[in-house]
């Protein structure tokens, strides 16, 4: 009868296996995580044919959102509740910000799709999510970002043109500037003092002019926003924590201090941020 024997490893053959084990975990380490899941949580009832429409209004935009930025890096966690009789498809929405990242979208589901897909919210919500929470006092940031990216996602879901996207932020941000009544102190200083008031238009829609004047600089260099933060959400995302790291982290990406440089500005000039630079001199359209 022959004997069963455990084969005898030479020192070359657990060389060997250690250098395979090595760049296995490598190559795990390397290899780019799977695409970001879209998790649904309906909190109130709602029929097969409401989540139908529901389900894809969502899908469109996040991905224009992706079109525009390159993948989430997490999970988007989507939550619907119901609020109906309210005049528009989606009355409320806020970001989650905690263990899961995702958005709460308060609906009325007797609006059609194209209600939905026509409404702001949802690229504005989505957006939100590719930078970190900055906290209360950074507001002004955070939705101006939100802001802007609102119109150049609904751009890449072919809802507006650029002209009509221009013509959008245009009449905001004017209309913001007229209301903005702390001539004498910084922007990023009186938005606080904007937020306690209720006067979101015009702290939203401020923080939108960072956001323009830094693509109209990176458009100079052959570069943009989008750009930029496709690199930032690849690299970055779940790793910043606040302002000045978020701010800095943009200028490493695009190896420029364009966007400390337009923080320090918002920080220290006195009066609404400077914008006529970024509209044509022509008479504004009406959105």
């Known amino acids: 009868m022959t004997r069963s024997t455990v084969p005898f490893l030479t020192h070359t053959d657990t060389y060997a296996i250690s250098v395979k084990a090595f760049l296995l975990l490598f190559a795990m380490a390397f290899t780019p995580l799977a695409k970001a899941e879209l998790v649904w949580h309906w909190q109130d009832p709602f029929d097969a044919a409401d989540k139908q429409k529901l389900t894809k209004w969502i899908d ?16 988007v966690h989507i939550y619907f509740y119901r609020r109906a009789g309210r005049g528009q498809p989606v009355p409320w929405a806020n970001t989650r910000r905690g263990r899961v990242q995702g958005v709460n979208f308060y609906v009325d589901p007797s609006f059609s799709l194209q209600d939905f897909l026509r409404d702001w919210t949802a690229p504005h ?6 930078i970190p929470y900055l906290g209360r006092r950074n507001a002004w940031f955070a939705e101006g970002f939100a802001s802007f990216m609102q119109y150049q996602v609904m751009q890449q879901m072919s809802v507006l043109t650029e002209e009509q996207a221009l013509a959008r932020y245009r009449v905001r941000i004017e209309k913001a500037a007229r209301e903005y009544r702390e001539s004498t102190q910084p922007f990023a200083l009186a938005a606080p003092k904007l937020q306690r008031r209720r006067q979101y ?3 939203y829609w401020g923080g ?4 323009l004047q830094a693509d109209r600089l990176l458009r100079q260099r052959d570069d943009s926003l989008q750009r930029v933060l496709a690199r930032y959400t690849s690299c970055c995302r779940t790793q910043t924590r606040g302002l000045d790291q978020l701010v800095a ?10 966007f400390s440089n337009l923080l320090r500005d918002n920080r220290s000039q006195q009066g609404f941020p400077r914008f006529q630079n970024l509209f044509p001199a022509t008479e504004t359209a009406q959105f």
């Open 249 to 258: 982290q943009l200028d490493r990406i695009s190896t420029s201090t364009l």
């Open 125 to 130: 919500e989505l957006s939100h999510l590719l």
């Open 201 to 203: 238009p015009t702290m």
């Open 208 to 211: 939108a002019v960072y956001f």
């Open 60 to 75: 469109r935009t996040v991905t224009a959102v992706e079109q525009q930025v390159g993948p989430y890096p997490f999970d």
